[in-house]
């Protein structure tokens, strides 16, 4: 079966990096669009970026350019570099796999379990 494995969360301060990993297995296909959200405590999961096969990447608006996504699909693995990191980014971070290039949860099939990222001030 398809699994993602995201990989990389942990507790750093305000200012700080992190490099976030998803390890996709079990897909008999290279997976389209892999894609990173992120859900706050009492929030909407939202789209952070979404990286297609061939290269192309979106970024939601808000990133404003601290954090940058990348694939590598010969280890079948999508990054997150995320910088500056901010007390606001704190939240659990989840890789997806959709058959569209999207940032829309609902248009996303398989989900990881997520990794946490707390950034204290």
């Known amino acids: 079966q398809v699994q993602l494995v995201e990989s990389g969360g942990e507790s750093v301060q305000a200012g700080g990096s992190l490099r976030l990993s998803c390890a996709a297995s079990?897909?008999?296909?290279?997976?389209?669009?892999m894609a990173w959200f992120r859900q706050k405590a009492g929030k909407e999961r939202e789209g952070i970026a979404a990286?297609?096969?061939?290269?192309?990447?979106y970024y939601a608006d808000f990133m404003k350019g601290r954090f940058t996504a990348s694939r590598d699909n010969a280890k079948s693995t999508l990054y997150l570099q995320m910088n500056s990191l901010q007390p606001d980014d704190t939240a659990m971070y989840y890789c997806?796999?959709?058959?569209?290039?999207?940032?829309?949860?609902?248009?996303?099939?398989?989900w990881g379990q997520g990794t946490q990222v707390t950034v204290s001030s």
């Open positions: 997806a796999v959709s058959r569209v290039f999207s940032l829309r949860p609902q248009d996303f099939d398989d």
């Open positions: 079990g897909y008999n296909n290279r997976p389209y669009c």
């Open positions: 990286v297609v096969s061939y290269g192309a990447t």
